[in-house]
């Protein structure tokens, strides 16, 4: 059972426009959430996290949105960058615990020049 | 500052062959390590965690073992490869023991089982 999901495995955005990542959970004792950035033949990169307390959390081009009720949670990349071509791994994760990082299966983001 | 390697970075074994991956963390000391393997179209699936020498945690049950001799060593292996073990093998390490603390991963092993 995929606890995180990326349903989009792929996203194609014309540079300087808008690029949103979606991931959906199911587990709602998660209240920790990443995203994490990965070049090919590369580890990932943490990006940007945040805490279900909030509802969003900026960091330069990078946001994201958390929608607690509906499970989900979005990445926005505003102007969008030929370098932010990369998989987006969504990940999360329950805080009051050791438990482990769930991560999504990723989506392929590919910034049009 | 914190540096991460693995070796080898591409690996062709056979099936039924034995596997080690070596992982070595600099710069830091009792990190926590983990080993994930990322399957093409997957995420990334952890298999194994170690918060001190000698302490291994498995997720997921398979053919594959994991070993911490040192403090900053990490090693996955296997008695006998299968081809479903095939897939980018990723270690990471963190300071602090839980999922909200930012992991950062080495450069990867590419495995083919043919």
């Known amino acids: 059972d995929q606890q995180v999901k990326q349903n989009s495995p792929s996203l194609s955005v014309q540079e300087g426009r808008i690029s949103i990542l979606n991931c959906d959970y199911t587990?709602?004792?998660?209240?920790?959430f990443l995203w994490y950035k990965k070049y090919p033949a590369e580890g990932p990169t943490f990006l940007i996290s945040?805490?279900?307390i909030k509802d969003k959390n900026e960091d330069g081009r990078f946001t994201v949105f958390l929608n607690k009720s509906a499970k989900h949670l979005s990445l926005h990349i505003v102007p969008s960058q030929p370098g932010d071509s990369a998989v987006y791994f969504c990940?999360?994760?329950?805080?009051?615990?050791?438990?482990?990082?769930?991560w999504g299966a990723g989506t392929k983001l590919i910034i049009k020049p | 500052s914190q540096t991460i390697h693995q070796w080898p970075a591409t690996l062709v074994q056979p099936v039924g062959s034995p596997l080690s991956l070596e992982c070595t963390v600099e710069?830091?000391?009792?990190?926590?390590l983990y080993w994930y393997r990322q399957a093409a179209g997957r995420g990334l699936q952890l298999l194994f965690y170690?918060?001190?020498?000698?302490?291994i945690s498995s997720e997921v049950p398979q053919n594959l073992s994991a070993s911490r001799p040192q403090d900053r060593q990490f090693i996955l292996s296997s008695k006998k490869l299968l081809l479903s073990d095939s897939g980018f093998y990723l270690c990471?390490?963190?300071?602090?023991?839980?999922?909200?603390?930012?992991?950062?991963f080495g450069p990867g092993t590419r495995l083919t089982v043919l």
């Open positions: 710069g830091t000391s009792n990190p926590n």
């Open positions: 945040i805490s279900s």
């Open positions: 170690s918060v001190g020498i000698g302490q």
């Open positions: 990471a390490w963190t300071l602090g023991q839980g999922g909200s603390d930012t992991q950062y």
């Open positions: 990940a999360a994760t329950m805080t009051d615990s050791n438990y482990q990082l769930i």
């Open positions: 587990n709602s004792m998660f209240d920790y």
